[in-house]
């Protein structure tokens, strides 16, 4: 069980980071796109990619706790 889920918080992982460069990707491409409609904006045109960029690293960062904990349960149940 511990094993899946492991798995599944590689999985989560990878999607994100792949969410967040796929989200600052389209957010360059729109910029360049079409300037004119973020002059209008107070914030800057990344600052999108910045938001995301927090809540990217606010996952990661739980998901890398979890799976800290689950390495030190799977070591101490092959040794035990």
Do not use: C, Q
């Not at 980071?17 to 973020?38: E, N, R």
Request: without cysteine; glycine residues 8%; charged residues 20%.
């Amino acid at each position: 069980m511990l094993k899946k889920l492991n798995l599944i918080l590689n999985v989560i992982i990878g999607s994100v980071i792949g969410v967040f460069i796929g989200h600052g990707i389209y957010v360059f491409w729109d910029f360049k796109t079409h300037p004119d409609l973020y002059v209008v904006r107070s914030a800057p045109w990344y600052t999108s990619i910045f938001v995301v960029g927090i809540e990217t690293a606010v996952v990661l960062a739980i998901a890398i706790i979890i799976k800290l904990i689950l390495r030190k349960k799977l070591k101490g149940s092959r040794e035990g």
